[in-house]
């Protein structure tokens, strides 16, 4: 069993145990589940950095990358900062993350906002809803075409954008539909972790130009998105580099005054 498996297997019994706690009804009596929702799409289409910052405190990958900061003060850094989106990672046993992060987050700041999350139910993208998401993430790796497609239809009729991430080309095959906003690509092997930015190089062919090119992971430097514009690359989305240092707003700041 992978690391992938393996979080796919918590988060069934995970999801499973909230819909036991919290019925679906409630979810869309939140406060925020009304509110008008920001496109990242279209930022990221009429932005000339591209850049999607995350709230990351830890990852399989590399244990604690900064369990210092406070989501607000991120948040608020990162908009300072000028980016396009903030990707927000709920998931707790893994990364430890939090749906109160996301909530945080959205009390702090006017940024398009990504619930970055291993989606396998329709009640996450409630919950996104709920929590005050403008984006989900579907991961092509976990789902089949069938919930891909279920899971984004849904989605966009709740206002929200899809990304979908993709790791090679039959997942990219599988997955192309309307119902999606921003193909990503994900330039970390699932089951190695090894990265390489020529993922996303050979993949960018085969995505057609209706849907905004994000690339993700392994992105630390500014040569490394000089690289991949040529590609059609639209959407960066960059995590551990900035949080892993004191100040994330700030880093992510100095990076985009060099693009």
């Given at each position: 069993m992978n690391i992938l498996d393996k979080i796919v297997a918590d988060k069934r019994l995970e999801v499973n145990l909230k819909k036991s706690l919290i019925p679906m009804s409630q979810l869309e009596q939140s406060v925020l589940f009304e509110r008008k929702?920001?496109?990242?799409?279209?930022?990221?289409?009429?932005s000339s950095s591209g850049i999607i910052a995350e709230h990351k405190r830890r990852s399989p990958s590399k244990s604690t990358i900064n369990q210092n900061l406070n989501v607000q003060d991120v948040a608020r850094g990162y908009e300072?900062?000028?980016?396009?989106?903030m990707s927000v990672l709920t998931d707790l046993k893994y990364f430890g993350?939090?749906?109160?992060?996301?909530?945080?987050?959205r009390a702090s700041c006017n940024l398009p906002l990504l619930r970055k999350e291993?989606?396998?139910?329709?009640?996450?993208?409630?919950?996104?809803?709920?929590?005050?998401?403008?984006?989900?993430?579907l991961i092509a790796a976990i789902l089949t075409r069938a919930e891909i497609k279920k899971f984004s239809e849904f989605a966009k009729s709740l206002q929200l954008d899809v990304l979908l991430e993709v790791h090679n080309e039959d997942e990219l095959h599988k997955s192309i539909m309307p119902s999606l906003d921003m193909l990503g690509v994900n330039n970390r092997n699932l089951k190695t972790f090894d990265v390489s930015l020529d993922i996303s190089k050979s993949l960018s062919e085969l995505i057609p130009n209706e849907f905004v090119k994000v690339s993700e992971s392994g992105i630390s430097t500014i040569d490394a998105i000089k690289e991949l514009h040529p590609y059609g690359y639209q959407g960066f989305l960059i995590g551990e580099n900035f949080m892993k240092t004191d100040n994330p707003g700030e880093s992510a700041k100095e990076f985009i005054n060099l693009l």
């Open positions: 929702t920001t496109s990242l799409a279209n930022k990221l289409r009429n300072n900062a000028g980016v396009c989106g993350g939090a749906l109160d992060d996301l909530l945080l987050a291993f989606i396998i139910d329709e009640y996450q993208i409630l919950e996104a809803r709920a929590y005050g998401a403008d984006v989900i993430l």
